[in-house]
């Protein structure tokens, strides 16, 4: 779906922001792009989009050029989810998706109400301007935006900015539901939550470069430390002991009355993040 070789980009003479990046994303795949700010991830989403020019190195997505694919066609195959709402804030969100929904073949659109409806909308705003809309609201109607058209390939970027627990939920219920109808989603974000639930495999970025790429399950049992925290009792009294996993095939090496719980001291995707990049997310 998307391929990627020695890709660069520069906002001037010593501003190269991208420093020759080679990646894929396969049909299908929920593929995460991940960096602190700054890093580069919104560059590089900008080229792939076609909101950005002047790029070096070769880019494909559906098999074409990107240089020369822009045509109608190619955007009504991608949907975008920026990370700040683009909406006309004196429309409602109705009028807002409609007007966008005409730029679409009607044979390709969803129906704006049951999509609305799909992301837990309230329906007391359907046709209140959204000015008066709250973040969640917003980001529910950008939401639905991104999908009117029944997009092929699918960019989001910060999807779950701005929404509460059960609204994030919400939305990677979606995402994934997309995936299963065979959409590839090309995703940024700061929430590593959102990647390690979400993405077949990750991409780290950091000034310019990836420095990492893999599934999360592999990234972070490469970066494992291999070791077992156990929770007993013994003689009356909590006890916990950290062992290294292989001594685990013998057995418990201590005495104990109960086992209470046993926990690998796998790493967390963002543990794994900064040990590859020096830097946290924020």
Known sequence: MIEVKNLTFSYGKDKQALHG?????ADGEIFGFLGPNGSGKS???????GILKGHGGEVSLFGKDLRTAQTQEFFQQIG???EFPYLYANLSAVDNLNYFASFYPKEQLRDVKELLEELEFKKDFLNKPVSSYSKGMRQRVSMARALIS??????????TSGLD????VLFRKIIEKERQKGTTVFLTTHNMLDADLLCDRVA??????IVALD?????KEKNSNHRIVVSYLYQGKRKEQTIEAPELKAG?????????SIHSQEPTLEDVFIQYTGRGLS
């Not at 418990?252 to 209470?260: G, L, R």
């Open 21 to 25: 990046l080679n990646f894929s994303v």
């Open 43 to 49: 560059t590089t989403q900008k080229i792939l989009t």
């Open 80 to 82: 975008v989810l920026f």
């Open 150 to 159: 029944n997009p092929k390939l699918l960019f989001l970027d910060e999807p």
């Open 165 to 168: 627990p059960a609204g994030a």
């Open 204 to 209: 780290f970025i950091t000034n310019g470069n």
């Open 215 to 219: 599934t999360p399950q592999n990234l």
């Open 252 to 260: 418990i090496p201590f005495a104990y009355d109960e086992i209470i």
